[in-house]
């Protein structure tokens, strides 16, 4: 059962019908700046305080989604951002400093690892350790006396691994490091990191916050009220903040989120529990299936999981692609959280080598199991598989 401060921080928390003429929602503040009537005025705003004066800075209607997410994910306060990766390039940017270490987990998001190592490395020196994760010992094998940040998700976005968030938290204190986690798959509904010790959740809200495949963004959140104010700043600085239309999308986005995600979750259920007995499918990866390596841990620090979940097709490449391209209800696609189904052939086009890295095979399908009714998404895989031989 979703928390009832969740369901008001998703519905009322943040507003302030008064200040808007009793208007039943906030209006888009579509304005780059304020004016005052003094100099004084001027100099007296304090943004922390919910204060404006230019948009960069902050703007109202962006404070209001803040104020949401940060009661949803028990922080202090949260900072969006104009996309998931400005908001965890800001975190890694006011975490780590030139010749910093890193340990990241190994099934990460690409793009993540790509500014890592095509960017934070080469440009400003900064080591990174890739761990497997599913161990606290390969976190505690690969920290030294410089790593400043642990950057973590769990489950992952492609095989659903589970990362044991307290033990990490834990380990990650004795040693003065940050830990930061993308926890988009259960978004706050079925997962509160903070509440496990991690210190940064960031999500992008191009999933399931919006929830409706219509914008993107991004958030940091803490329960570390100086660290986010720091965070605040360093936004104003680089200008990666949301757009005030993003925002307000985004709100309207979160009034739906629990009931979202509790459908989302019952459909993949039984998607994942159909593909299960299916001949020509050699495995499901959904951490909600008991047959799920870890199991025992998802349910011990998730309330739930999403509607996104990954198959393994028999057969060679050629099925696969046939699998893919025979679904019609399936749209062929990158993204998910919205409300719509989708299917990509992940690995498909991977070199050997990338394959090996992971231990994995060109033959995972990722499915999001959208909004579009259960038997309607089992009836299209079933004729999928149906068109291979
Ligand atoms: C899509 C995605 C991101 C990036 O979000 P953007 O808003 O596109 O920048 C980060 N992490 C995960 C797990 C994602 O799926």
Request: glycine share 8%.
């Amino acid at each position: 059962m979703t928390d009832n401060k969740d369901l008001l921080a998703i519905t009322h928390i943040g507003e302030d019908p008064k200040k808007y003429m009793n208007a039943v929602t906030p209006p888009i503040f579509m304005n780059s700046l304020h004016v005052f009537d003094t100099v004084d005025e001027y100099f007296a705003v304090d943004i922390f305080k919910d204060e404006y004066y230019y948009g960069r800075a902050s703007n109202p209607t962006v404070t209001i989604l803040e104020k949401k997410l940060a009661a949803l994910e028990h922080g202090s306060r949260a900072v969006v951002f104009s996309a998931g990766m400005a908001a965890c390039a800001a975190a890694i940017l006011a975490v780590c400093k030139a010749g910093s270490h890193v340990i990241c987990i190994r099934e990460s998001y690409g793009p993540v690892q790509h500014l890592l190592d095509e960017f934070l490395c080469r440009k400003y020196n900064i080591e990174v350790t890739y761990v497997e994760g599913k161990s606290l010992k390969d976190f505690e094998e690969a920290i030294r006396p410089e790593t400043d940040m642990i950057i973590l998700e769990s489950p992952t976005t492609l095989v659903f691994s589970v990362i044991d968030l307290e033990g990490v938290a834990q380990l990650a204190k004795k040693h003065g490091i940050k830990t930061y986690i993308d926890n988009t798959y259960c978004s706050p509904i079925f997962q509160k990191p903070l509440d496990m010790g991690i210190d940064i959740v960031m999500h992008t809200m191009t999933k399931y916050i919006g929830g409706h495949s219509d914008l993107i963004g991004g958030v940091l959140i803490s329960k570390d009220e100086e660290f986010m104010r720091n965070i605040m700043v360093q936004r104003d600085w680089f200008g990666g903040v949301i757009g005030p239309m993003e925002a307000w999308l985004a709100i309207r986005g979160l009034r739906t989120l629990d009931v979202r995600m509790q459908r989302h979750h019952e459909t993949a259920m039984e998607v994942a529990k159909y593909l299960e007995k299916q001949p020509k499918i050699r495995c499901v990866h959904y951490t909600g299936l008991p047959s799920h390596p870890q199991y025992e841990l998802a349910r011990k620090q998730q309330k739930g999981e999403s509607g996104l979940l990954s198959v393994e097709v028999e057969g060679d490449l050629k099925d696969v692609a046939t699998f893919v391209d025979s679904l019609k209800l399936f749209g062929k696609g990158a993204s998910w959280g919205g409300f719509e189904s989708l299917a990509i052939a992940y690995t498909y086009n991977w070199s050997d080598e990338d394959l090996a890295t992971h231990g994995w095979n060109r033959n995972i399908v990722r499915l999001h199991c959208g909004l579009e009714g259960t038997q309607n998404l089992i009836d299209d895989l079933k004729q999928a598989l149906d068109k291979i031989n």
